[in-house]
């Protein structure tokens, strides 16, 4: 069964730095777009970044300048590297992968908590 795991989430202080690794299983075929949401309680699921199989990526202004993806095609992965993280990014984040063809899959989520 296609699938998606993350791996990374945890507690930081603000400021501290963390990085969301997320890999795709075999099946899953023909990515075309990877990246990553995020859930804080009470809202909803906002994008966070995108990166595409040329390397276009995109980010919310949230987290511009701070946040950077990246990804190997070759191992339908994906990473998201945080630094200066802030109380606000604290949610649960969640990646997501676009074939070509087909429905979107998604990860089970991991937790990031800010707080000192």
């Known amino acids: 069964q296609a699938q998606l795991e993350e791996f990374g989430g945890g507690l930081v202080q603000p400021g501290g730095s963390l990085r969301l690794s997320c890999a795709g299983s075999e099946s899953i075929s023909s990515i075309y777009a990877m990246g990553w949401y995020r859930q804080a309680p009470g809202k909803q699921r906002d994008m966070v970044a995108v990166i595409t199989t040329g390397g276009r990526t995109n980010y919310a202004d949230s987290v511009k300048g701070r946040f950077t993806i990246s990804r190997d095609n070759g191992k339908n992965s994906v990473s998201l590297q945080m630094n200066s993280l802030k109380p606000e990014d604290t949610a649960v984040y969640y990646c997501?992968?676009?074939?070509?063809?087909?429905?979107?899959?998604w990860g089970q989520g991991t937790q990031v908590t800010v707080s000192s």
């Open positions: 997501y992968a676009d074939p070509v063809f087909g429905r979107r899959y």
